[in-house]
């Protein structure tokens, strides 16, 4: 199999600088949303676990979107910061477009999913979301095969490899549904946009040749006319 390099001298420029900057900045600030959320919760004594996912009750459908805002004490809320912030930054950083599609889908839609099948009891913490994110970056690299994008699948299955047991029913109190269903959303969602953000390759002398000297049976096929539709920006 061999491995796609992105060019270095896109890698590395100010841009990229940049936009590696913003996604930290808008990982972070959503790391900062939960850590207010408790905190505000904690000193006012508000209750607001109450606005968890509930599986199978219409009321209980709030907890889609304020679930994983809502975490039970100072260490629910602590361990999942970390991972939101390194799956947060990577996926922004690494696939800016896609994830802009990826990501509700995942915040959304393993909560639905959850809602359909998960046990009746009161589901509330960002794991979803993080396993969705981790699950994205790590399929991401398995899909698209660049050197980018597969060292941040090693260096996402080195740091949090040991949470895929995270999504079997093992440890009580835990909402392994939402980890699964944010599993699946990052894996499914990784797949439908493989071909999204893919950065320029380094060039080498044999594919420039490749490209200089077309093989002769192209004369021969015929590639068909442009089908007018729009194609996704890659960067």
Same mark, same amino acid.
């Given at each position: 199999?061999?491995?796609?390099?992105?060019?270095? =001298? @896109?890698? /590395?420029?100010?841009?990229?600088?940049?936009? %590696?900057?913003?996604?930290?900045?808008?990982? %972070?600030?959503?790391?900062?949303?939960?850590? *207010? #959320?408790?905190?505000?919760?904690? !000193?006012? =004594?508000?209750?607001?676990?109450?606005?968890?996912?509930?599986?199978? &009750?219409?009321?209980?459908?709030?907890?889609?979107?304020? *679930?994983?805002?809502? &975490?039970?004490?100072? *260490? &629910? #809320?602590?361990?999942?910061?970390?991972?939101?912030? #390194?799956?947060?930054? *990577?996926? !922004?950083?690494? @696939?800016?477009? /896609?994830?802009?599609?990826?990501?509700?889908?995942?915040?959304?839609?393993?909560?639905?999913?959850?809602?359909?099948?998960?046990?009746?009891? #009161? &589901?509330?913490?960002?794991?979803?979301?993080? @396993?969705?994110?981790?699950?994205?970056?790590?399929?991401?690299?398995?899909?698209?095969?660049?050197?980018?994008?597969?060292?941040?699948?090693?260096?996402?299955? %080195?740091?949090?490899?040991?949470?895929?047991?995270?999504?079997?029913?093992?440890?009580?109190?835990?909402?392994?549904? !939402?980890?699964?269903?944010?599993?699946?959303?990052?894996?499914?969602?990784?797949?439908? @946009?493989?071909?999204?953000?893919?950065?320029?390759?380094?060039?080498?002398?044999?594919?420039?040749?490749?490209?200089?000297?077309?093989?002769?049976?192209?004369?021969?096929?015929? %590639?068909?006319?442009?089908?007018?539709?729009?194609?996704?920006?890659?960067?």
């Amino acid at each position: 199999m061999r491995l796609k390099v992105p060019d270095p =001298s @896109y890698a /590395s420029s100010p841009r990229s600088r940049r936009n %590696f900057t913003l996604a930290f900045k808008l990982s %972070f600030g959503f790391v900062v949303l939960i850590w *207010a #959320v408790f905190i505000f919760d904690q !000193l006012l =004594s508000l209750g607001l676990v109450r606005f968890g996912l509930i599986p199978g &009750h219409a009321q209980g459908l709030i907890g889609v979107l304020t *679930a994983p805002l809502l &975490h039970l004490n100072l *260490a &629910h #809320v602590g361990s999942n910061s970390l991972p939101l912030l #390194v799956g947060g930054t *990577a996926m !922004l950083f690494l @696939y800016p477009n /896609s994830a802009l599609r990826a990501l509700p889908a995942i915040y959304a839609g393993s909560g639905l999913l959850a809602w359909t099948f998960a046990r009746e009891s #009161v &589901h509330i913490g960002a794991s979803g979301l993080v @396993y969705g994110m981790l699950a994205y970056v790590f399929m991401a690299g398995i899909f698209r095969r660049d050197l980018r994008s597969i060292a941040t699948s090693v260096m996402i299955w %080195f740091l949090y490899g040991s949470m895929v047991w995270g999504v079997l029913p093992t440890a009580p109190g835990t909402s392994w549904e !939402l980890h699964l269903t944010g599993a699946l959303f990052g894996i499914v969602t990784a797949w439908l @946009y493989r071909d999204w953000d893919l950065p320029p390759y380094k060039k080498y002398s044999w594919d420039l040749e490749d490209e200089e000297e077309p093989a002769s049976w192209e004369s021969n096929v015929d %590639f068909g006319e442009d089908d007018g539709r729009e194609r996704p920006w890659r960067r």
